[in-house]
């Protein structure tokens, strides 16, 4: 029913900003809740940022409050996630995440229902 595209990774130097995409596809107001993770290798997938579709609501991990914004634009079907003052330990495989409509927004990842292919970050020091 949906469909997630990240984009807008890459590399930067510390203290350097990216801004990443999320465009969703598929039926209109399909979601409730709109999450972005990361992953490194041999780490745990953490939770980054959340936003309620309808009102949005933000939400934020305490390593990246003050730093990133999380965003959503209604015309384009998007999310962004805005990141600023990066450090090399952002660096990660960037998921887009979204729960099914009705869904409550979490920052467990196995609560969210589609998932985009991920886009790669890396910040060097």
């Known amino acids: 029913q949906v469909q997630l595209v990240e984009s807008g990774g890459g590399l930067v130097q510390a203290g350097g900003s990216l801004r990443l995409s999320c465009a969703t596809s598929g039926r209109t107001a399909s979601t409730s809740a709109m999450g972005w993770f990361r992953q490194a290798p041999g780490k745990e997938r953490e939770f980054v940022a959340a936003i309620t579709w309808s009102f949005g609501r933000t939400y934020y991990a305490d390593r990246v409050k003050g730093r990133f914004t999380i965003s959503r634009e209604y015309a384009k079907n998007t999310v962004y996630l805005q990141m600023n003052s990066l450090k090399p330990e952002d660096t990660a495989v960037y998921y887009c995440?979204?729960?099914?409509?009705?869904?409550?927004?979490?920052?467990?990842?196995?609560?969210?229902?589609?998932w985009g292919q991920g886009t790669q970050v890396t910040v060097s020091s």
């Open positions: 995440a979204a729960g099914k409509y009705g869904s409550r927004w979490s920052t467990q990842g196995s609560e969210y229902d589609y």
